[in-house]
């Protein structure tokens, strides 16, 4: 069963950091790209930042450019969100999403993708 699960979020202070984790299962987070969105209250989700399939490049939207880092453990499975200097306008739900899991099709030699989305973890920025 294919899964992601993120933990880390809570409670910060303007100005403080926070680390998130996605823990994969089911596959590995060096077959594709993966990415955190985020979804603020009342708004649309949106993509925050992306590492590609190999880990050598890293992409980010303007908002968190320069405060947030995207990097993976692939002995761990696991891809993380480091956010620093945190705004009350980074208050979200963070979701780590891989949209291209490969897997197969029960009961056939066949294989299909998959989109992956983890359960969300709240962070709130917040004096």
């Known amino acids: 069963q294919v899964q992601l699960v993120e933990s880390g979020g809570g409670l910060v202070q303007p100005g403080g950091s926070l680390r998130l984790s996605c823990k994969a299962s089911?596959?590995?987070?060096?077959?594709?790209?993966m990415n955190w969105y985020r979804q603020a209250p009342g708004k649309e989700r949106e993509l925050v930042a992306s590492?590609?399939?190999?880990?050598?490049?890293?992409t980010y939207t303007d908002s968190p450019k320069g405060r947030f880092t995207i990097s993976r453990d692939k002995a761990k499975n696991t891809v993380y969100l480091q956010m620093n200097s945190l705004k009350p306008e980074d208050t979200a739900v963070y979701y780590c999403?891989?949209?291209?899991?490969?897997?197969?099709?029960?009961?056939?030699?066949?294989?299909?993708?998959?989109?992956?989305w983890g359960q969300g973890t709240l962070v709130t920025v917040s004096s």
């Open positions: 590492i590609t399939k190999d880990g050598d490049s890293t």
């Open positions: 089911g596959f590995t987070v060096s077959d594709d790209a």
């Open positions: 999403n891989c949209d291209r899991v490969r897997v197969q099709i029960p009961g056939t030699p066949d294989y299909t993708y998959l989109e992956v």
